[in-house]
Nanobody, 125 residues
Framework: QVQLVESGGGLVQAGGSLRLSCAAS????????MGWFRQAPGKEREIVAA????????YYADSVKGRFTISRDNAKNTVYLQMNSLKAEDTAVYYC??????????????????WGQGTQVTVSS
């Protein structure tokens, strides 16, 4: 079992920044892939970014490339999502997820085994 707890969401003006954190517990964190997803009202859940076991490889959705950065600190069992130049269309509930059976980069939601409870990000224009 893996428990994931997100934090760092909130209300920010367009152009601003937020950093989301996701603390993991329950399994050796450095063994598995992590990802950030989001779901806006009335829309399907979508991949935002993903990272491999040691942070050497990452994946970003086209909509966030150049603005968001995913990183991880295996010593702290935590994955981060730094979000800069936020836009109104970034408004969503953000979820972190763990794929405990894979150590590489994966962006398919159905491969992830564990999910956090989500944190709301609201960008006002």
């Amino acid at each position: 079992q893996v428990q994931l707890v997100e934090s760092g969401g909130g209300l920010v003006q367009a152009g601003g920044s937020l950093r989301l954190s996701c603390a993991a517990s329950g399994r050796t964190f450095s063994n598995y892939a992590m990802g950030w997803f989001r779901q806006a009202p009335g829309k399907e859940r979508e991949i935002v970014a993903a990272i491999n076991w040691n942070g050497s490889r990452t994946y970003y959705a086209d909509s966030v490339k150049g603005r968001f950065t995913i990183s991880r600190d295996n010593a702290k069992n935590t994955v981060y999502l730094q979000m800069n130049s936020l836009k109104a269309e970034d408004t969503a509930v953000y979820y972190c997820a763990a794929d405990v059976n894979y150590s590489g980069v994966t962006y398919e939601a159905n491969t992830y085994d564990y999910w956090g409870q989500g944190t709301q990000v609201t960008v006002s224009s």
